[in-house]
């Protein structure tokens, strides 16, 4: 038996910065509605044509984690993708990241469970290593929202809070038991996958060929929908929930939490928490004011900055917690 730990980490984002003005200019909207109500003040959108893809992002931000964890691209075992905007329908993008860094045949699997995407992934690499079956495994979030967002009045209730993006981190065995990874926790609550939904294209109830078909400009089916209200009363529970069932399992409290990296879904909703479980602001790590809801890219991004800052030190107990489309939420409980 092993313990997992964080190697290394890095994240990538385009360099086109969007702010809420930019977007006022394209769509019914204004700044001080995005902020008062999300937090956020830009977020990054890939240009058509600028080479960036899911794929791509992740694989620079791929890159620089594992230059900084030290470990040969030869030496790593597996990779887990985790994206709910893939280059393709099939194959996922794992396949692509092996191609792409030129790893050894190693097995590649894609993670689909979007906002908790990182969190379950990271949850699949903590067994794999605890068991011995592999030594270091990449593990990537990368979205690249921007292109399937309607940027349109109709749109605006969604559009504004998604930004492109990538993290990754390389997981690595650890022989000390009282380091890395202690325990991750897994929900989901399919009852309500609909609240929060990108229906098409699926063989569920709509396919190319039927949106080919209707030809109906007012069709929404190929555009995400998000319950909003509906979504964040959930969230601000589920959160809090899967944040202490991880601290419960470990004997630990709250006052032991060095660093929260909540997926940043919402400032607002990362504040509730915040203040719900007393932290200081040196305690949450947010960045969704300048990066926007980037998905299963939102905690590695985040955990990478908090890391790159000297704001996680050895020791440090870090919590990251998860909260998304499914519904599904999760959390990890780390020595770091
Ligand atoms: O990461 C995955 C998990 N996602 C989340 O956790 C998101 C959770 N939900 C939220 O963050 C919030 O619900 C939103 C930020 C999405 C929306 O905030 P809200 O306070 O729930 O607003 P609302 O949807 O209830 O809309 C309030 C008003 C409406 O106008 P009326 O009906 O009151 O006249 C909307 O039409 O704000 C209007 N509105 C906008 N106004 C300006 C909606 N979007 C916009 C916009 N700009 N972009």
């Known amino acids: 038996m092993y313990h997992a730990k964080i190697s290394g980490l890095g994240y990538y984002v385009p360099e086109n910065v969007v702010t809420n003005d930019?977007?006022?200019?394209?769509?019914?909207?204004n700044d001080a509605w995005i902020q008062e109500r999300t937090g956020i003040k830009e977020r990054r959108h890939v240009v058509r044509g600028d080479g960036n893809t899911t794929t791509s992002m992740g694989v620079k931000a791929a890159e620089i984690?594992?230059?900084r964890s030290g470990v040969a691209r030869e030496?790593?075992?597996?990779?887990?993708f985790a994206t709910l905007s893939p280059d393709y329908y099939f194959p996922g993008p794992g396949v692509l990241v092996q191609r792409d860094l030129g790893l050894r045949?190693?097995?590649?699997?894609?993670?689909?469970n979007q906002c908790s995407g990182f969190v379950y992934a990271v949850s699949i690499a903590d067994q794999y290593i605890k068991t011995g079956m592999y030594k270091n495994i990449l593990v990537i979030g990368s979205e690249l929202h921007s292109y399937g967002l309607d940027m349109t009045d109709r749109g605006r209730g969604v559009s504004v809070i998604?930004?492109?993006?990538?993290?990754?981190?390389?997981i690595s065995r650890e022989e000390d038991l009282t380091q890395g990874i202690l325990s991750t926790h897994l929900h989901s609550e399919g009852q309500h996958a609909?609240?929060?939904?990108?229906?098409?294209?699926?063989?569920?109830?709509?396919w190319v060929s039927d949106i080919l078909k209707d030809n109906d400009p007012n069709d929404e089916s190929y555009f995400p929908y998000m319950n909003g209200q509906f979504v964040f009363k959930n969230a601000v529970v589920r959160f809090s929930e899967v944040i202490n069932e991880g601290l419960q399992a470990n004997n630990?409290?709250?006052?032991?939490?060095?660093?929260l990296i909540p997926h940043q879904a919402n400032l607002r909703i990362s504040q509730f928490i915040q203040a719900k479980f007393k932290l200081s602001d040196e305690q949450v790590y947010n960045n969704i004011q300048k990066f926007g809801n980037t998905t299963a890219a939102s905690i590695p991004i985040a955990l990478t900055e908090a890391w790159e800052q000297g704001k996680i030190k050895k020791g440090d107990l870090v919590v990251l917690a998860a909260f998304g489309s499914g519904f599904t939420w999760g959390s990890v409980i780390i020595r770091w």
Do not use: H
């Open 252 to 259: 630990l409290s709250v006052s032991d939490i060095s660093m």
């Open 75 to 80: 030496d790593i075992d597996f990779i887990i």
């Open 194 to 206: 609909e609240e929060l939904v990108l229906i098409a294209p699926g063989m569920g109830k709509r």
């Open 65 to 67: 984690a594992i230059e």
């Open 22 to 29: 930019d977007l006022s200019k394209i769509m019914d909207t």
């Open 105 to 112: 045949t190693v097995g590649a699997l894609d993670v689909r």
């Open 162 to 170: 998604f930004g492109d993006g990538a993290g990754a981190a390389v």
